[in-house]
T-cell receptor, first 113, second 116 residues
Framework: GNSVTQMEGPVTLSEEAFLTINCTYTATGYPSLFWYVQYPGEGLQLLLKATKADDKGSNKGFEATYRKETTSFHLEKGSVQVSDSAVYFCALPSGAGSYQLTFGKGTKLSVIP | DAGVIQSPRHEVTEMGQEVTLRCKPISGHDYLFWYRQTMMRGLELLIYFNNNVPIDDSGMPEDRFSAKMPNASFSTLKIQPSEPRDSAVYFC??????????????FGEGSRLTVL
């Protein structure tokens, strides 16, 4: 089945710093790719997605570009805020036509003032 | 609209006791998923249902775990007997048929289980 590998955390940044969280994938074909975010004490929620190669997903100042050449979908934000402190998960469908998602292990981000 | 509702939010029990976790999916969603989250293993899919029918339970760790979905608005995950290694946060999520394209699973807030 499909799989995803994301960088280990935790990541600690100062407010307004630049953020990159790396994610690479192994998949059959070109499935949609997703980033989920989990704020403290809450469930996961979809942050952004990209459905085909070279697509850029964006939301809340976060961006990620679907790069099939490097099988990557890195999450970036130009200026993080304390409120961005959360755990971020890269995800993709578990297989062709699958309705279930496979998630990376998560990267915990802490932003300090 | 109400989201996915899970209960209890927190459960502390002793080894050997039965634990039942409950989930109410979003109305109209055809798929329901149970995930387990631990520091060591991350987020693991335990089982998922489509139209109340279990489709894939290969993630259920052992026979002590069982899940049911008697109707479209209710599911349970039961652990009997519970063991300390079952301590984790258990999430329920639901989605509609287009999840493969949209990727949008809607998660509950989770049930944090501690087995002493």
């Amino acid at each position: 089945g499909n799989s995803v590998t994301q960088m280990e955390g935790p990541v600690t940044l100062s407010e307004e710093a630049f953020l990159t969280i790396n994610c690479t994938y192994t998949a059959t074909g070109y499935p949609s790719l997703f980033w989920y975010v989990q704020y403290p004490g809450e469930g996961l929620q979809l942050l952004l997605k990209a459905t085909k190669a070279d697509d850029k997903g964006s939301n809340k100042g976060f961006e990620a570009t679907y790069r099939k050449e490097t099988t990557s979908f890195h999450l970036e934000k130009g200026s993080v805020q304390v409120s961005d402190s959360a755990v971020y998960f890269c995800a993709l469908p578990s297989g062709a036509g699958s309705y279930q998602l496979t998630f990376g292990k998560g990267t915990k981000l802490s932003v300090i003032p | 609209d109400a989201g996915v509702i899970q209960s209890p939010r927190h459960e502390v029990t002793e080894m050997g006791q039965e634990v039942t976790l409950r989930c109410k999916p979003i109305s109209g969603h055809d798929y329901l998923f149970w995930y387990r989250q631990t520091m060591m293993r991350g987020l693991e899919l335990l089982i998922y249902f489509n139209n109340n029918v279990p489709i894939d339970d290969s993630g259920m760790p052992e026979d002590r775990f069982s899940a049911k979905m008697p109707n479209a608005s209710f599911s349970t995950l039961k652990i009997q007997p519970s063991e300390p290694r079952d301590s984790a946060v258990y999430f329920c999520a639901s989605s509609h048929e287009r999840a493969y394209d949209t990727g949008e699973l809607f998660f509950g807030e989770g049930s944090r289980l501690t087995v002493l």
